[in-house]
């Protein structure tokens, strides 16, 4: 899942923040064509614009209650080497890409913004898209309370109480929406938008969590697709889905750890933490053993202290991207003299109500999870054995541990069956979407797909934390279709 604490929330708030022109915006029904309008919000590239799609808010009831799906484009700007569309699929859930054609669309190179029209959304349930807001207490919305980092003894008892809580806000007051935001949804939505945009096919660019968006996609819709791209890819094990995802940050953390460890020992690096990379890991440990025995406070943190979880937290985020290394670096070096450093920025409250509403539909309705306090408790202290920096926390109970109903259907399995038309690209050291992961949807996929492992570190590959092998790689692809003949190794 793209970090609910911070990938998902950064991603939303410079999404939300993009009003539709006029009175909501000009919609279009299925398969009619969009009637295209200027977009509101600051930095916005003046070519972007914005319309809306209305799409069941319930797919078995196809000519029942309609929701709204914010759209935006940039178009080609070659019309004479237009290609189609490229949709821009967010991470998550709870990630929009309603700015990203004015974004990181942009980085894309000459040849493929001449060949498509660069598309951008927000998800159901994500404004400003008809939105859901499950109106937690700002306690519950904390960076170490929306994933389950466990007590200090490994007790999953608060984990489990925060759960309850979540889930029965979600479902008082969330509203019948709540219970149809999924992925399979998400990607019925999208084939509403393609049909809206008067596109035969279309292709797309998936990123973390838009990866398994776009493998359900190309699933459900496999003769709809064009020229898809997976970058930074989850196990889609329609099994366990996001809570496999959760357990992945173990092995994540693990992969990158060491980077970090060696960059923080390295000699002349101002924000040096030890001598050597083996000190690095066990000063941490430590630091975080004593954080959880004696937090210190933090003025404007949510909670308003520096703990042992909250210091693991600023490492799993920091392990995102390399550039943000020193955050980490910075928050040891303050803990160890007794002080805290600032606090981390936060999304305004509303925009973190609406990305947990959308993530607990999501990662509720998709799949089943367990219900047993107990069976959490055995996995966490399997993992906080095995996994110690990581303290148990990706195997503890998230809100659909709670969550009251089941799911409406089964995960959609990720099969071979479909065009061979998927290029897969994957950071060999990726802290939220792990390699053996990748090698899964890979695996899953089959002679469809070829894969592109790069050499690198971090989460997000392509014109991102990837390399240049990588990145021309894909944009060929993207720009002629021409892919490796067989998976690929970019050093």
Not at 10 to 37: I, K, M, N
Not at 38 to 66: F, H, I, N
Not at 119 to 127: K, L
Not at 387 to 408: I, N, Q, S
């Amino acid at each position: 899942m793209k970090q609910i604490t911070k990938h998902a929330a950064l991603v939303a708030a410079a999404g939300v923040v993009l009003g539709l022109a006029g009175p909501g915006g000009a919609s279009a029904a299925h398969g009619e064509s969009l009637e295209w309008g200027a977009c509101a919000g600051p930095g916005l590239d003046p070519r972007q614009q914005c319309a809306t799609v209305d799409v069941p808010m319930d797919y078995s009831e196809p000519d029942g209650q309609k929701i709204r799906i914010a759209v935006s484009r940039i178009p080609s700007e070659k019309p004479s080497a237009r290609r189609g569309s490229l949709l821009l699929i967010p991470g998550g859930p709870g990630g929009d890409s309603l700015t990203d054609p004015s974004g990181k669309g942009q980085k894309l190179p000459q040849k493929v913004r001449d060949a498509y029209d660069l598309i951008g959304f927000a998800p159901r349930g994500m404004a400003p898209s008809t939105a859901v807001d499950c109106r937690l207490d700002p306690a519950d919305l904390g960076v170490t309370k929306l994933l389950p980092w466990p007590g200090p003894d490994g007790s999953v008892d608060e984990n489990m109480a925060t759960a309850r809580r979540t889930a029965t806000a979600c479902v008082r007051d969330g509203g019948e929406l709540i219970r149809h935001i999924s992925t399979a949804n998400e990607a019925r939505d999208l084939d509403r938008v393609r049909a809206a945009l008067g596109e035969e096919k279309i292709s797309a660019w998936g990123v973390s969590y838009g990866t398994y968006v776009g493998a359900v996609y190309g699933q459900l819709f496999p003769h709809r697709t064009d020229r898809i791209v997976l970058d930074s890819n989850h196990d889609p094990d329609p099994t366990r889905v996001t809570r496999g995802w959760l357990a992945a940050f173990e092995v994540g953390v693990e992969d990158n750890f060491p980077e970090f460890a060696t960059w923080a020992s390295r000699p002349g690096n101002p924000y040096r933490v030890a001598r050597t990379p083996a000190e690095v890991r066990s000063g941490f440990l430590r630091l975080a053993a004593r954080l959880d025995r004696a937090p210190l406070p933090w003025p404007g943190a949510n909670p308003p202290r520096l703990d042992g979880n909250a210091l693991r937290q600023t490492m799993l985020s920091s392990l995102y991207d390399p550039d943000d290394y020193p955050t980490l670096a910075q928050a040891i070096r303050a803990a160890r003299k007794g002080t805290v450093p600032p606090a981390p920025e936060s999304p305004p409250e509303s925009v973190l109500q609406n990305v947990t509403a959308v993530g607990v539909g999501t990662i509720c309705n998709d799949v089943d999870w367990p219900n047993s306090a107990a069976a959490y408790q055995k996995d966490v202290a399997e993992s906080r054995v095995k996994y110690p920096l990581t303290a148990g926390m990706p195997r503890g109970p998230m809100v659909c541990a709670a969550w009251p109903y089941e799911p409406k259907e089964p995960a959609v399995r990720i099969t071979d069956r479909g065009p061979s038309n998927i290029l897969l690209v994957q950071n060999e050291r990726d802290v939220a979407t792990p390699l053996a992961g990748a090698r899964k949807l890979r695996q899953a996929l089959g002679d469809r797909a070829v894969m592109v492992t790069v050499n690198s570190t971090g989460h997000d590959s392509y014109l991102d934390n990837g390399n240049a092998c990588g990145d021309r790689t894909v944009s060929r692809f993207l720009a002629t279709g021409k892919r490796p003949a067989a998976d690929l190794y970019c050093d």
